[in-house]
């Protein structure tokens, strides 16, 4: 709703009232439509100030009210009205003005700004485009260059950015409304010709067909098959060859395509599904809404290869004082200057200083006797974790909190190594751990909500996405990851090349292909893991058991491959072949061509053709298939955990909401039938046999995703 009064004797004020961001709802289009209309009939009003509740301005149209029955007054026409207005309308934006919060705002004569104040038009990270004028107006206020690159990104920005480009009149670092009001009673009464935006021509650039067309490829090349930015291109381009109510009846049409897609509901679940990440449980009932973190003002992180740099400037990023620990001397020489490379990076590109002074480095593991809570970040090798985590319990103050940055190894066999198994937990980072959003915070059976708390704190702390994971070989994302390569390993075998099999995924939408990606993280890690775990016996590399383990069917050519010594991108050579080691640009490699075909010729593999969809179905459907066999064993407490778990760690497009949100689109009994045939054909891999929550959820008649927990019914169930 909105609420009117009337302040300085002629200025009505409109204040959005929906918490928690004045989102624009029917109730509260309503209240905007009703408090205009006093506004502009009482005729001791000379101008207006719209404003929203508890400092923020507008996060945009109520993305709940999307997919429901929409009722209410309709954006387009009530900010028209705004515009069309008599009397100067003046927006107090404070904290933020999103998506249809902004266009509210481009509907008023004039905008004040609050310097902290966000603003943007995100509606393309939902799959959608500004449908409210924002593609007619924004580019006749800012430049069509400046709207086609904030509306394509959806980037938010500054009130200082604002003020630079022209979205708003004045940045203020007082009370926002005061500085509207004083505004509005300055203006009132004065001529509001030029600042009605939608009756101002668009200004062209002498280039502007090829401004167009220059966003148009970089849209399409980012995309990867997302609809929302060529769309977002296209109403802009209708704001710049079409007079304002046709570039309107172009906004709305496209608007239209876009609003009823798949593609928006994947993104708007998405959307959600992050949230809901935030609001998680535990099977031992630790919840994020009663379990407290412990305050934590010292870090320390142990081990200074990859990983370990990254988490140490990401804490440093966030403001903690971080002790970093390499006992190689060589390699923590070159990790201090690694650590502080980046943070000057990083300083230089957030414009702000280098947090240098945050990192205190020692060659010796005694110097975390003080710190709150430590994340140990060594070589994947349990024995070597099993030693720290001793030394670790011995060494640290009671009650600092052990954290291990394992990529799947067990967190119960390394608390076990602990005094106080209850303070261990696991936080897995992905690389580049100060890039990349996502963390998996793993309790064990031991771990107080405490513990699981801080971790989760941290991780929000410095800007993570954390989400709460079972303890299990692999966790979410890994475990999940493996009977996908497992696939892709097949497919190779049966006679696929992984230009093939990378060229549909990358088609699918995912940001690399499964080969280039084990490229790029180095195909020795697997190999390890593998090794550890008894898989890669050299007797076994050849000869009748090369390809079976545990009676199961296996592919070792990973592990030929890594004999070789082609590790990926790291040694020049993998799955492709680079033009030095360290090289990024993956070229075919002729050397494993030949090598596919004499390891078929070995083994009696007669290659056959196989199709885009096979590739797709037998990857993607053995991946989805563990995900329901990770709800099932409560490792994750819904599907919106791997869903945002795979999005954001693992390349999964976001344009299709995640694995397990995509297996709903395409419909369970597809996903099942599909399973059954393909562990018909391939009866000796386990992977590809159809978990039993998906034969349950079937039976179930296909509830909506929304409604699986009720069929999963763990314990620590959120719905
Ligand atoms: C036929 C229809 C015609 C319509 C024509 C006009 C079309 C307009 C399109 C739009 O405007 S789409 C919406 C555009 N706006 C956005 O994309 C903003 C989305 N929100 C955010 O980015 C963030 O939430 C925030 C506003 C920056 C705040 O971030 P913060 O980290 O402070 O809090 P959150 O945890 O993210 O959010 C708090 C709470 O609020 C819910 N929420 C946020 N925005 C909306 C929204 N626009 N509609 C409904 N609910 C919203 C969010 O879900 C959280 O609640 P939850 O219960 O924890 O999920």
Sequence with gaps: MALYTRVSGSVGVITLQNPPVNALSAAVRQGIVDMMDRALSEP???????????????????????????????????????????????????????????????????????????????????????????????????????????????????????????????????????????????????????????????????????????????????????????????????????????????????????????????????????????????????????????????????????????????????????????????????????????????????????????????????????VDLVIEAVFEDMELKKAIFQQLSALCKPGTFLCTNTSGLDIDELAAQTQNPELVVGMHFFAPAHVMKLLEVVYGQKSSPQAVATAMQIGSKIGKVSVAVGNCRGFVGNRILKPYLEQAFFLLEEGATPELVDKVLEEFGFAMGVFRMSDLSGLDVGWRVRKAIGLVAPEALTGPYARVREGHRYSPLGDLLCEQVRFGQKTGRGWYQYDKPGGRVAKPDPWLHRFLEEYRAQHGLVARRIDHQEVLDRCLYALINEGFRILEDGIAAGPEDIDVIYVLGYGWPQHRGGPMFYAGMVGLNKVLERLEHYHQVHPDVPNLQPCSLLRKLVASGSPPINKWREVIKKPHSQL
């Design 44 to 370: 001791e009003v000379k101008s207006v100030v719209i404003c929203g509740q508890n400092g923020k301005f507008c996060g945009g149209a109520d993305i709940k009210e999307f997919g429901t029955n929409m009722s209410g007054p309709a954006l387009i026409p009530l900010i028209d009205r705004i515009e069309s207005a008599a009397k100067p309308v003046v927006a107090a934006i404070e904290g933020i003005a999103l998506g249809g919060g902004l266009e509210l705002a481009l509907g008023c004569h004039y905008r004040i700004a609050h310097s902290k104040a966000k603003l943007g038009l995100p509606e393309v990270s939902l799959g959608l485009l500004p449908g409210a004028g924002g593609t007619q107006r924004l580019p006749r206020l800012i430049s069509i260059p400046a709207a086609l690159e904030l509306i394509t990104t959806g980037r938010h920005v500054t009130a200082a950015e604002a003020l630079q480009l022209g979205i708003v009149d004045k940045v203020t670092d007082r009370n926002t409304l005061d500085e509207a009001v004083k505004f509005a009673l300055s203006v009132a009464g004065k001529s509001l010709d030029l600042h009605r935006i939608s009756t101002n021509p668009c200004p062209h650039p002498p280039d502007v067909d090829a401004v167009f067309e220059t966003a148009m490829q970089r849209v399409r090349q980012r995309a990867r098959g997302a609809l929302a930015p060529v769309a977002c291109v296209q109403a802009v381009r209708a704001a710049a060859t079409l007079p304002y109510a046709h570039g309107m009846e172009r906004e709305r049409e496209l608007f239209k395509g876009l609003f009823t897609s798949g593609q928006a509901r994947a993104l708007q679940y998405y959307f959600f599904a992050q949230r809901a990440v935030g609001r998680w449980s535990t099977p031992g009932g630790a919840r994020w809404d009663t379990s407290k973190p412990r305050p934590v003002r010292r870090a320390a992180v142990i081990g200074l290869g990859t990983m370990g740099r990254g988490i140490t400037v990401a804490l440093a990023q966030a403001g903690l004082s971080v002790v970093a620990v390499e006992t190689n001397e060589k390699q923590l020489t070159e990790a201090k200057q690694g650590v502080s490379d980046m943070l000057e990076r990083g300083a230089r590109r957030r414009g702000v200083p280098p947090a240098l002074d945050k990192v205190i480095y020692s060659h010796k593991i005694q110097a975390v006797a003080d």
